[in-house]
């Protein structure tokens, strides 16, 4: 079994920034690709970054390409999420999540979840 534990969400102005980290508790998180997810209000869960356990392949949704950047620290058992010039769009829960497939969207796909950390972006 692994647990996830997210944290460093937050209320932040359009424009600003926030790192989000993913503790993994359990076991480690070796072999294990890691993804990060998000989910607005009203709205399905979707997909918005992922890193493989070696760390040289990373993929992310094209809305935020350019902005976020998951990175990962293997001996930490611990990932991390920075988000730059973060919009009003970007407000949702986000979670972390672990897979065995490295780039994959689908949810299903991952088997271990955190209980998501709140990000809200004003205007």
């Known amino acids: 079994q692994v647990q996830l534990v997210e944290s460093g969400g937050g209320l932040v102005q359009a424009g600003g920034s926030l790192r989000l980290s993913c503790a993994a508790s359990?076991?480690?998180?070796?072999?294990?690709?890691m993804g990060w997810f998000r989910q607005a209000p009203g709205k399905e869960r979707e997909f918005v970054a992922a890193i493989s356990w070696s760390t040289r392949s990373t993929y992310y949704v094209d809305s935020v390409k350019g902005r976020f950047t998951i990175s990962r620290d293997n001996a930490k058992n611990t990932v991390y999420l920075q988000m730059n010039s973060l919009k009003p769009e970007d407000t949702a829960v986000y979670y972390c999540?672990?897979?065995?497939?490295?780039?994959?969207?689908?949810?299903?796909?991952?088997?271990?979840w955190g209980q998501g950390t709140q990000v809200t972006v004003s205007s």
């Open positions: 359990g076991r480690t998180l070796s072999g294990y690709a």
């Open positions: 999540a672990t897979s065995v497939v490295f780039g994959t969207k689908d949810i299903f796909r991952y088997d271990y």
